[in-house]
């Protein structure tokens, strides 16, 4: 947790940080990726159950507690699993790089660079459909900026090649994001008809 104000203060230098310490996997997901994830999973059910969705046409659309939790523990483990894929595609898109970067150095770099998602999430609070997307928005370009400084830093590609790792990465980062919104609006509606 004490390199989330670094990540945002000085992205460049904490990414170097970051990798200096050679962390393992299980240790990046309990010290770092299970809290951050949290964020959003515990702002959305306080956001819904309490205040409930506004879509901004007047009705508010409220879900009961058991059906937040249920919801709120499957976008949790959707997360979880979206980091853990992140880890392997950025481990595949570096296979034509002579210093191919461990896949424990993907998985930890990946979980990172989710954390403007991450905390992103505190809008849930209030959850305004526009203003998720917009601080969505705001949250997903700030991780295409970690994930094209990082690389370099954290990764041992040069800048130049960054470029090119950074954008198909992030457009696979977007296409995964985009399949954990569609289960999750799937599962939120099929769970408000069905309790």
């Known amino acids: 947790m004490n390199h989330v104000w670094g990540l945002f203060s000085h992205p460049d230098r904490e990414m170097r940080v970051i990798r200096n310490e050679n962390e393992t996997v299980a240790h990046h997901y309990t010290h770092h990726v299970l809290l951050m994830a949290a964020v959003p999973v515990i702002c959305a059910f306080i956001g819904t159950t309490q205040i409930g969705w506004d879509f901004g046409d007047g009705n508010v659309v409220r879900l009961s507690l058991m059906t937040g939790l249920l919801f709120g523990a499957a976008f949790y483990g959707l997360m979880l699993a979206g980091v853990a894929v992140m880890g392997l595609v950025i481990h595949w898109m570096a296979r034509r790089y002579p210093q191919r970067p461990p896949l424990t150095n993907c998985m930890v770099f990946a ?19 526009w203003l998720c997307a917009l601080a969505g928005a705001v949250a997903l370009f700030y991780t295409g900026y970690l994930l094209f400084i990082g690389v370099p830093a954290f990764l041992n590609i040069n800048k130049e090649e960054g470029l090119n790792f950074s954008g198909p990465t992030l457009a696979i980062g977007v296409l995964l994001l985009e399949v954990l919104l569609a289960l999750t609006v799937i599962l939120w509606g099929y769970g408000y008809h069905l309790f």
């Open 111 to 129: 979980g990172y660079v989710a954390t403007p998602l991450f905390l992103s999430g505190i809008v849930a609070l209030w959850p305004l459909v």
